[in-house]
């Protein structure tokens, strides 16, 4: 075949590579292989030292049509395909107003601040205030004014963070510092006696601090909220009936409540309630440890020697307390097995609730 038709050939072939290139990048391959400097057509170039002499002008002044032939075809080509890429990548970008919208995550209330809430609602609807004590507490409203002195053994019961005095002092560095961080709301009875006027019917939700090593029934750090009341004429029969009132609400009304004597040394008689356990309904099983009962708060009626230090006669009043572990009801509640996986910040997990 003569060297000119060979380059029609390859003008034709060109020509058709460029209107078939989908993409800038395709037509760039394209033009590379053609006219690049290892392409087709500049090998004919440089090879031009080999056609014979009288068809050398005719061969050059081909080769020179076909790459203004085909670099037009490129440019044309080029400039229709870098403008259909660029409104794809504005369409892409831009906004499709058929699109359902995102949803914000929107951050929720905490579980444990749930169930303080559901309890504080209850209450309130009973006609009590909600108090708030102080966590940094002193010895006297944690133990002493509970009827714990130095030494009773009921301190024991709950291993206490003490806050270090730093003059030193002798008591302090045994551990037996003056301040501490309260292991209990009992401490807010006392606060409430002390401060508002009789009758008394309060409750009081706070964290409370223990020397703990966090397992799925213990926690360093927990909520209780503690219940008072102070009043003429106050029996267990009204403890019974507020509690047993409350367990409904908060379990529903299909569980069961029972009532066991216990020690605390503010409350004689003292007993613990415990409620039918949710998952076997009494049958026993690996959350009840085979009981059917799941114990969820310490109550009893308020001891007089509690009332007498806090100035109040108890000759002429009496009263009940009791106190909850907030993070053991919200996990008996919605039968969570470990108390650390309200703490663990998985959404997974607190979405549910
Ligand atoms: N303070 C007790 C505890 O932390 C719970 C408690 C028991 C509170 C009996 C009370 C009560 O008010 O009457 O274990």
């Keep these: 075949m003569a060297i000119t038709d060979e380059l029609s050939t390859l003008r034709d072939d060109t020509l058709q590579r460029i209107e078939a290139a989908a993409t800038t990048d395709e037509l760039d391959a394209v033009r590379v292989s053609v006219v690049g400097k290892k392409g087709s057509l500049t090998g004919y170039l440089r090879s031009m030292g080999d056609v014979p002499k009288e068809e ?30 660029l409104s794809a990548a504005i369409d892409a970008a831009a906004v499709d107003v058929t699109l ?45 004014a509970l ?65 703990d090593v966090a397992d799925p029934s213990h926690l360093p750090q927990f909520h209780q909220i503690e219940g008072l009341v102070v009043d003429k004429g106050i029996t267990f029969g009204d403890l019974k009936g507020t509690l047993e009132f409350l367990c409904k609400a908060v379990f529903g009304p299909e569980r069961k409540t029972r009532f066991r004597a216990h020690y605390f040394p503010f409350t004689e008689p003292s007993a613990e309630v415990d409620v039918s356990c ?64 309200l703490l663990e910040g998985d959404m997974r997990f607190l979405r549910q609730f």
């Design 56 to 85: 050398r002008a005719a061969v050059g002044r081909t080769v020179n049509e076909v790459r203004e032939a085909v670099e037009a075809a490129l440019e044309a080509r080029k400039a229709a395909l870098s403008a259909a890429e």
């Design 278 to 341: 949710g998952i076997c309904h009494g049958e026993g099983c690996r959350m009840c440890k085979g009981t059917g009962w799941l114990e969820i708060l310490g109550c009893g009626m308020v001891d007089p020697n509690v009332l007498r230090m806090s100035g109040i006669d108890p000759e002429v009043y009496s009263g009940f307390a009791f106190g909850m572990g907030v993070e053991r009801i919200a996990c008996l509640k919605y039968n969570v097995p470990d108390l650390r996986m």
């Design 147 to 211: 009827n714990a002195p130095p030494d009773h053994p009921s301190r024991s019961m709950q291993d206490t963070f003490y806050i270090r005095d730093l003059s030193g002092d002798e008591a302090a560095v045994r551990g037996e510092s003056d301040v501490l961080l309260r292991t209990q709301t009992s401490g807010v009875q006392v606060h409430a006696m002390e401060d508002n006027p009789l009758p008394i019917y309060v409750i009081a939700p706070g964290k409370v601090y223990r020397r």
């Design 100 to 144: 359902p919208g995102r949803a914000q995550q929107m951050g929720t209330r905490h579980l444990i601040n749930g169930i303080i809430d559901e309890v504080s609602e209850i209450f309130l609807g009973l006609g009590y205030t909600v108090e708030h004590g102080p966590e940094v507490e002193t010895d006297y409203y944690n133990f002493e």
